[in-house]
């Protein structure tokens, strides 16, 4: 099994800056694809960012240029870096991994393996 818990979610106003960051321990089946998903209400989840084990990345279209998604496979630990946030941005966000061989931009259309419970960003004057 594989755990993990993300942090750093908090309320913050249009155009602030915000890292998320996701330990995982358990099993972790030699570095796994990693990724953000966020989910709003009445809204579909959607797939953010997602990096593989060799630090390859990949974004939805709505946050390129604003949020960076990174690892440190040493620590076990996923970053997201995002700036300049928007009020579209508000929802819970969610770190996920896969043990299965598939591209970034895969990952961002799937439904990971394993997930954590959640840290929620909300984005508002």
């Known amino acids: 099994q594989v755990q993990l818990v993300e942090s750093g979610g908090a309320s913050v106003q249009p155009g602030g800056s915000l890292r998320l960051s996701c330990a995982a321990s358990g099993s972790t089946f030699g570095h796994p694809i990693m990724g953000w998903f966020r989910q709003a209400p009445g809204k579909e989840r959607e797939g953010v960012a997602a990096t593989d084990s060799d630090g390859s990345t990949s974004y939805a279209d709505s946050v390129k240029g604003r949020f960076t998604i990174s690892r440190d496979n040493a620590k076990n630990t996923l970053y997201l870096q995002m700036n300049s946030l928007k009020p579209e941005d508000t929802a819970m966000y969610y770190c996920?991994?896969?043990?299965?061989?598939?591209?970034?931009?895969?990952?961002?259309?799937?439904?990971?393996?394993?997930w954590g419970q959640g840290t929620q960003v909300t984005v508002s004057s």
């Open positions: 996920a991994a896969d043990p299965r061989r598939m591209s970034t931009v895969q990952t961002l259309g799937a439904s990971p393996s394993y």
